[in-house]
């Protein structure tokens, strides 16, 4: 059977077989006396004096320390099942296991550390328990066989990349007390149609959803203020969802505030938006490439930000850069605005020539000589 133990020797803790008189430390190389290592350990957990500890069998392909799974041996194993009385999913414990298509987690795990099942190819069936409250970053990423995931209710965390290049995954579920959908949680799921995010998630963060060619739906349980500032997106990070060909709509809900640099670049099945005043700010590129957009309404003084650096925002950082259909704008401030809006400005230039108006902006020219327009500064070429 095996017991917790602790090398005497460099410290590390152990699962050890007590049907054995000695043992060699994975960790130091060093051979060890077994019944010596278990009174070790017993000596090192002084608050489990007077408890009674249950005995778990560990197959020896499990190394444990404590109730941490530190890694899994089993290499040619299809099937895992993770024994009772672990606690904790170790960092990299199954990582790059390419044989591995199914595992079992039981009850009373907390948590799944760093790239627990990164790599994992073959993996396409995985139960995460109730009790599991955090997916450490990069936990899944990777484990492109994997078709669907079910979080349970409890999860409060789900880090970075935690997911990030299940190309298979079709089907997955935000845990209701997720307030954060953290950087390149879902980049290059290019199979996944269809997500719901929870009234209590506040922020999308940079490349959340990045090259989900396949999402053709996002639905925000939370559309509207309703007076309790812990509910609704607040921002959408940095090319957030950028290249998500498919996406046809998008409802942006009344508690937005930010939409970040190229959030939606690329979204070229776009046709129509409609920015509510709760938008504060939109930074530059945010629907660049969205060629199949037409119509965009404004409902409130949203401020659009023109990117200054060259070399990060191209020479162009019109926010509709390269929208060649948008021709329908709704908008108080358009013409503060004009150069973000290329191809709307462009198809009205005849009219504002004959209107005797800036052919860039539509402003009106001032000056007896030298007539410069008001709001553009360009001086009148025609």
């Known amino acids: 059977m095996f017991v917790q133990g602790k090398c005497y020797k ?19 190389n060093e051979a060890f006396i077994v019944e010596k290592a278990i009174a070790c350990f017993d000596d090192t957990a002084p608050e489990d004096i007077g408890v009674s500890k249950p005995s778990y069998n560990y197959d020896s392909d499990f190394v444990v320390e404590r109730s941490v799974l530190v890694r899994y041996n089993g290499y040619t194993k299809r099937e895992v099942r993770i024994p009772d009385g672990i606690t904790v999913i170790g960092e990299s414990a199954f990582q790059g296991m390419n044989n591995i298509e199914s595992v079992y987690i039981p009850d009373g795990v907390e948590q799944i550390r760093e790239a627990a099942f990164a790599g994992c190819k073959s993996l396409h069936t995985i139960n995460i328990p109730e009790g599991v409250e955090t997916i450490d970053r990069d936990a899944f990423s990777g484990c492109i066989s994997l078709k669907s995931l079910k979080f349970p209710d409890s999860v409060k965390n ?8 299940c190309t298979s995954l079709e089907e997955v579920n935000i845990p209701p007390l997720t307030e954060l959908l953290p950087w390149r949680i879902f980049e290059g799921c290019t199979s996944l149609r269809y997500i719901i995010i929870p009234s209590k998630v506040k922020t999308i963060e940079d490349s959340a959803f990045a090259e989900c060619t396949a999402l053709e739906e996002i639905k925000f349980e939370s559309m509207h203020l309703d007076g309790d500032p812990s509910t609704g997106v607040n921002r959408i990070g940095m090319n957030a969802f950028r290249n998500c060909t498919a996406l046809n709509s998008v409802n942006i809900p009344e508690t937005l505030e930010y939409i970040g640099n190229q959030a939606f670049r690329g979204c070229s099945k776009l046709k129509k938006l409609h920015i509510p005043k709760s938008v504060k700010a939109i930074y530059p590129l945010a629907f660049a490439d969205c060629t199949g957009l037409e119509q965009v309404i404004f409902e409130g003084n949203t401020q659009l930000y023109r990117g200054s650096n060259p070399y990060k925002y191209e020479k162009n950082s019109a926010t509709f850069f390269n929208c060649p259909k948008l021709l329908e704008v709704e908008y108080s401030d358009l013409q503060k605005h004009y150069w973000a809006f290329p191809a709307y400005n462009k198809a009205k230039e005849p009219v504002y020539i004959q209107e005797g108006k800036c052919r860039h902006c539509g402003g009106e020219f001032k000056g007896i000589f030298d007539r410069v327009c008001s709001v553009c500064k360009t001086p009148k070429d025609y």
Do not use: N, Q, R
């Open 158 to 165: 789900i880090e970075a990349s935690a997911l990030t290049g």
């Open 10 to 28: 460099c410290g590390g803790f152990l699962a050890v077989d007590d049907t054995k008189d000695a043992s060699v430390c994975p960790f130091c």
